[in-house]
Nanobody, 125 residues
Framework: QVQLVESGGGLVQAGGSLRLSCAAS????????MGWFRQAPGKEREFVAA????????YYGDSVKGRFTISRDNAKNTVYLQMNSLKPEDTAVYYC??????????????????WGQGTQVTVFS
């Protein structure tokens, strides 16, 4: 069992930056591949970034490539999402997620076992 708590969301002007954090409970955090998704009002949950497995290659959604970076610190049981050059269309609730089955896709919500409660990011122009 893993519990995930996101933080770091807020209100930011277009072109600015935010760093989201996702703190995980449990001693088995290092066994999980982590990902970030987001959901804007009236839209489906969208893939943002993920590791393909523990400490492996990273994947990014097309809309965030070159602007967002996912990283993790296993010693702190935390995964991060650095978001630069933010745009109004990045406005959404951001969720972190954990998966234990590395054969599942990193980019689909169905591949993940655990989810955080989300943190709101609002980008104004």
């Amino acid at each position: 069992q893993v519990q995930l708590v996101e933080s770091g969301g807020g209100l930011v002007q277009a072109g600015g930056s935010l760093r989201l954090s996702c703190a995980a409970s449990g001693r088995t955090f290092s066994r999980y591949a982590m990902g970030w998704f987001r959901q804007a009002p009236g839209k489906e949950r969208e893939f943002v970034a993920a590791f393909n497995w523990i400490g492996g290659s990273t994947y990014y959604g097309d809309s965030v490539k070159g602007r967002f970076t996912i990283s993790r610190d296993n010693a702190k049981n935390t995964v991060y999402l650095q978001m630069n050059s933010l745009k109004p269309e990045d406005t959404a609730v951001y969720y972190c997620a954990a998966r234990s089955d590395y054969s599942t896709s990193a980019t689909y919500t169905s591949g993940y076992d655990y989810w955080g409660q989300g943190t709101q990011v609002t980008v104004f122009s």
